[in-house]
């Protein structure tokens, strides 16, 4: 592929996330902070986050084990799961986490254990497609848009 | 105005080069805002614990100018961090949370964050942070003017015949000072009820209620203090925690400037001790020339009274105000050497009071003097001796610094400061009028003490070279400007301001308030130096009250003219000026 047909790949698939839902504004703030001092800006985040949010997800997934449940607890580490997703712009994600909330205010273990099912396959998705985000632009051997 | 203090200097024109500290647990947000901020120019230091950042913190004072940090974090509530570092550091604290709710929003505004930032932060945002640094530093400046405006009222008043408005001897500054904080401050200083009500919620902290705080504070220990256990402990219904924290955090400043001041003097002094008489001329002028009180330097607010002299010291507080912030943070020597003076223990039987000028002693109370003229610290540290003091007596007033202290045996004279206003580190050198709620302050309290103790104070003052300043914390009772019966007439100039319990006391022991009167009247025998700001130091430990919240031209008032009528001559208004406090 040319450079300019990558190009455009890039900013269709950069398109497709946002409208879709995806990623909101703070993937844009990410980007605009990407300069030269740091040119992979954006996928070094992307990459911190998900090495973070893998330990987070595993804290839940005990918790959510455990008997009797510690809502209290699990509603921290879903405050802390919710700041990192607002990191990257995770838009999904972001809304899952709050839902997630929701049912652990109301002691509801099995929405709890509902959305965060859910919350896991929105994480695991957009982690896919911003892989392949990346990939494409690495092979424009460029940053995307900006 | 920023740059001078810090010790880290920053060559970038503000607010570039801004040095900032952010905390949060979450590494990627870490990441993300070290790289927002440094886009701004800042200078960023991350930190992924709330442990790791009071350690930084506590390790350089003066290293950062800001810190942005997380709500939640795992090994310390960021609330409690937020308070720390406004008590410990007095830097302003941006707290950053993906929650919020407005009541997680009103925590963070209670325990003193200067803002809130949801999460997720925008570049934006972060860009006028500088603001809150500046604000900052702003306010501080003010509340010394305050302070020094409201001494420089108080001593006007005292040692001037009294013009009705007791405001101004020197007219202008003083008022206009007092005008302006007024207006800032639309407090009441009668009735601090108002204080927790208003929106403004300055609230006066009147002699009394700075002797309550202090006394609070050293019952649970300068360093286990925290605002909660105060306002406890002090039991004053309609004071918040936080009017306490703030209160808190400018008694800790004044005590650090305190401290600064006195390593500072101790390396300029070198050369005062009090004792030597010719100190006392020396002092005296130290004191003349600190009393500046020629207000010109409204900075000069500081008065510090220096356990037993006071020493009115000057300080510039607008140039101060980054020394100020410079040297207290480089302040670093002595820990606490005005502090020691300062903050004995109210419990203490007024030995500790008398250490005022000692803390200082040998370096402080040169630095006393050594410091006229040159910058004071711009709070006036209160001197707020506790009555405990006065009763001292036996305790030498280490007036040792710059107290001429000449007090002859018997003549002692104790200086009381009362701190009225725990403002930090202003040191309202004159002021011990003891400021009461109702404004007026009162300084006599000293001598209330002496009085009874009469008989020690004199005794003792014979050791005291200085005057015996006792800090009658609250009890300033400015009415009373008793006319001092004291052996000198310089001092009585001096204690004019104070003196008025001291009329009690025989022997010569004037309370000297914070008066600052200038003591350049005095005569030989009492050299009353208002050390201005080493008369807080010393007293500060008593009390360190924010005057401004007091004091008001009416307090003056009440001090005898007859009182005053030496001690003025030579000293300026702006001694005066500097005297009242308007908080």
């Given at each position: 592929m040319d450079t300019k047909h990558l190009k455009q790949q890039v900013a269709y698939v950069r398109k497709s996330l946002f409208d879709q839902g995806y990623l909101d504004d703070q993937f844009m703030q990410l980007e605009d902070l990407q300069d030269d001092a740091n040119p992979n800006f954006v996928e070094e985040i992307v990459s911190s986050f998900y090495s973070d949010s893998a330990r987070l997800i595993h804290n839940i997934e005990q918790a959510l084990a455990r008997r009797p449940v510690d809502f209290s607890k699990l509603d921290d580490y879903m405050h802390q799961f919710k700041g990192s997703s607002s990191s990257i712009g995770a838009k999904k994600v972001k809304m899952e986490c709050s839902q997630f909330r929701e049912y652990c205010c109301a002691g509801n273990i099995e929405g709890c254990i509902r959305t965060f099912q859910q919350l896991k396959q929105e994480h695991a998705t957009l982690r896919r497609k911003l892989e392949a985000y990346f990939q494409l632009v690495r092979q424009t051997g460029q940053g995307e848009t900006s | 105005m920023m740059d001078n203090g810090f010790s880290s200097p920053r060559h970038d024109p503000f607010p570039a080069g801004l040095r900032v500290l952010v905390v949060d647990d979450d590494l990627t947000w870490l990441k993300i805002l070290e790289k927002m901020l440094k886009k701004c120019s800042y200078e960023v230091t991350t930190c992924g614990l709330a442990i790791d950042a009071l350690h930084l913190l506590r390790e350089r004072k003066d290293r950062y100018d800001i810190v942005i940090s997380d709500v939640n974090m795992p090994d310390m509530d960021g609330f409690k961090l937020l308070e720390h570092v406004g008590l410990e550091m007095d830097l302003p604290v941006i707290m950053m949370s993906v929650d919020g709710e407005t009541s997680q929003v009103m925590k963070g505004v209670q325990h003193g964050a200067c803002d809130y930032l949801l999460k997720p932060i925008r570049m934006k945002?972060?860009?006028?942070?500088?603001?809150?640094?500046?604000?900052?530093?702003?306010?501080?400046?003010?509340?010394?003017?305050?302070?020094?405006?409201?001494?420089?009222?108080?001593?006007?008043?005292?040692?001037?015949?009294?013009?009705?408005?007791?405001?101004?001897?020197?007219?202008?500054?003083?008022?206009?000072?007092?005008?302006r904080k007024e207006a800032e401050n639309k407090h009441d200083d009668k009735d601090p009820g108002d204080s927790s009500s208003t929106k403004k919620a300055r609230v006066v902290w009147s002699v009394d209620l700075h002797q309550k705080f202090v006394k609070a504070v050293n019952q649970i220990g300068f360093d286990k203090v925290g605002p909660k256990k105060i306002l406890d402990l002090m039991n004053v219904p309609w004071l918040t925690r936080e009017n306490v924290a703030s209160h808190l955090q400018k008694y800790r400043l004044y005590l650090s400037r305190l401290q600064k001041e006195n390593d500072t003097k101790t390396s300029v002094g070198g050369g005062k001790h009090s004792d030597s008489p010719s100190r006392d001329s020396a002092g005296s002028f130290g004191i003349q020339n600190s009393i500046n009180i020629q207000r010109n330097d409204i900075s000069n607010g500081s008065y510090g009274f220096s356990g037993n002299s006071l020493i009115v010291r000057n300080v510039e507080p607008r140039s101060q105000e980054n020394e100020r912030k410079g040297i207290v943070s480089k302040t670093a020597v002595e820990p606490k050497r005005a502090l020691a003076v300062e903050v004995p223990d109210p419990c203490k039987p007024k030995s500790s009071e008398m250490e005022f000028g000692h803390s200082f002693t040998?370096?402080?109370?040169?630095?006393?003097?050594?410091?006229?003229?040159?910058?004071?610290?711009?709070?006036?540290?209160?001197?707020?001796?506790?009555?405990?003091?006065?009763?001292?007596?036996?305790?030498?007033?280490?007036?040792?610094?710059?107290?001429?202290?000449?007090?002859?045996?018997?003549?002692?004279?104790?200086?009381?400061?009362?701190?009225?206003?725990?403002?930090?580190?202003?040191?309202?050198?004159?002021?011990?009028?003891?400021?009461?709620?109702?404004?007026?302050?009162?300084?006599?309290?000293?001598?209330?003490?002496?009085?009874?103790?009469?008989?020690?104070?004199?005794?003792?003052?014979?050791?005291?070279?200085?005057?015996?300043?006792?800090?009658?914390?609250?009890?300033?009772?400015?009415?009373?400007?008793?006319?001092?019966?004291?052996?000198t007439s310089s001092l009585k100039n001096q204690a004019a301001f104070n003196l008025s319990s001291i009329s009690d006391l025989e022997s010569a022991q004037k309370s000297i308030n914070w008066a600052m009167s200038p003591l350049a009247t005095l005569d030989d025998d009492f050299q009353v130096r208002w050390v201005q700001g080493d008369c807080y130091a010393m007293n500060l430990g008593l009390q360190n009250i924010e005057f401004p919240e007091y004091f008001d031209g009416g307090l003056l008032a009440d001090v005898p003219t007859h009182l005053y009528e030496n001690l003025y001559d030579s000293t300026e208004c702006s001694v005066i000026e500097q005297g009242l406090f308007i908080a």
């Amino acid at each position: 592929m040319d450079t300019k047909h990558l190009k455009q790949q890039v900013a269709y698939v950069r398109k497709s996330l946002f409208d879709q839902g995806y990623l909101d504004d703070q993937f844009m703030q990410l980007e605009d902070l990407q300069d030269d001092a740091n040119p992979n800006f954006v996928e070094e985040i992307v990459s911190s986050f998900y090495s973070d949010s893998a330990r987070l997800i595993h804290n839940i997934e005990q918790a959510l084990a455990r008997r009797p449940v510690d809502f209290s607890k699990l509603d921290d580490y879903m405050h802390q799961f919710k700041g990192s997703s607002s990191s990257i712009g995770a838009k999904k994600v972001k809304m899952e986490c709050s839902q997630f909330r929701e049912y652990c205010c109301a002691g509801n273990i099995e929405g709890c254990i509902r959305t965060f099912q859910q919350l896991k396959q929105e994480h695991a998705t957009l982690r896919r497609k911003l892989e392949a985000y990346f990939q494409l632009v690495r092979q424009t051997g460029q940053g995307e848009t900006s | 105005m920023m740059d001078n203090g810090f010790s880290s200097p920053r060559h970038d024109p503000f607010p570039a080069g801004l040095r900032v500290l952010v905390v949060d647990d979450d590494l990627t947000w870490l990441k993300i805002l070290e790289k927002m901020l440094k886009k701004c120019s800042y200078e960023v230091t991350t930190c992924g614990l709330a442990i790791d950042a009071l350690h930084l913190l506590r390790e350089r004072k003066d290293r950062y100018d800001i810190v942005i940090s997380d709500v939640n974090m795992p090994d310390m509530d960021g609330f409690k961090l937020l308070e720390h570092v406004g008590l410990e550091m007095d830097l302003p604290v941006i707290m950053m949370s993906v929650d919020g709710e407005t009541s997680q929003v009103m925590k963070g505004v209670q325990h003193g964050a200067c803002d809130y930032l949801l999460k997720p932060i925008r570049m934006k945002e972060l860009r006028n942070i500088w603001q809150h640094v500046l604000r900052k530093k702003i306010h501080e400046v003010r509340d010394i003017e305050i302070l020094e405006g409201m001494e420089s009222i108080q001593m006007t008043r005292n040692g001037l015949d009294q013009s009705s408005d007791g405001h101004l001897l020197c007219g202008e500054d003083l008022t206009s000072v007092k005008k302006r904080k007024e207006a800032e401050n639309k407090h009441d200083d009668k009735d601090p009820g108002d204080s927790s009500s208003t929106k403004k919620a300055r609230v006066v902290w009147s002699v009394d209620l700075h002797q309550k705080f202090v006394k609070a504070v050293n019952q649970i220990g300068f360093d286990k203090v925290g605002p909660k256990k105060i306002l406890d402990l002090m039991n004053v219904p309609w004071l918040t925690r936080e009017n306490v924290a703030s209160h808190l955090q400018k008694y800790r400043l004044y005590l650090s400037r305190l401290q600064k001041e006195n390593d500072t003097k101790t390396s300029v002094g070198g050369g005062k001790h009090s004792d030597s008489p010719s100190r006392d001329s020396a002092g005296s002028f130290g004191i003349q020339n600190s009393i500046n009180i020629q207000r010109n330097d409204i900075s000069n607010g500081s008065y510090g009274f220096s356990g037993n002299s006071l020493i009115v010291r000057n300080v510039e507080p607008r140039s101060q105000e980054n020394e100020r912030k410079g040297i207290v943070s480089k302040t670093a020597v002595e820990p606490k050497r005005a502090l020691a003076v300062e903050v004995p223990d109210p419990c203490k039987p007024k030995s500790s009071e008398m250490e005022f000028g000692h803390s200082f002693t040998s370096p402080a109370s040169e630095v006393n003097f050594a410091e006229f003229g040159s910058n004071f610290p711009t709070k006036f540290s209160w001197c707020a001796i506790p009555q405990s003091q006065l009763k001292q007596e036996q305790n030498p007033l280490h007036l040792d610094a710059g107290f001429s202290q000449r007090t002859r045996p018997g003549k002692q004279q104790h200086i009381q400061v009362d701190y009225p206003q725990p403002s930090p580190p202003i040191i309202s050198g004159s002021s011990v009028t003891e400021r009461n709620m109702d404004g007026s302050v009162k300084i006599k309290p000293i001598y209330d003490e002496c009085r009874n103790n009469g008989s020690q104070v004199s005794s003792a003052r014979s050791t005291m070279d200085s005057y015996q300043v006792q800090t009658k914390t609250y009890e300033v009772n400015h009415q009373a400007y008793e006319p001092i019966s004291t052996n000198t007439s310089s001092l009585k100039n001096q204690a004019a301001f104070n003196l008025s319990s001291i009329s009690d006391l025989e022997s010569a022991q004037k309370s000297i308030n914070w008066a600052m009167s200038p003591l350049a009247t005095l005569d030989d025998d009492f050299q009353v130096r208002w050390v201005q700001g080493d008369c807080y130091a010393m007293n500060l430990g008593l009390q360190n009250i924010e005057f401004p919240e007091y004091f008001d031209g009416g307090l003056l008032a009440d001090v005898p003219t007859h009182l005053y009528e030496n001690l003025y001559d030579s000293t300026e208004c702006s001694v005066i000026e500097q005297g009242l406090f308007i908080a």
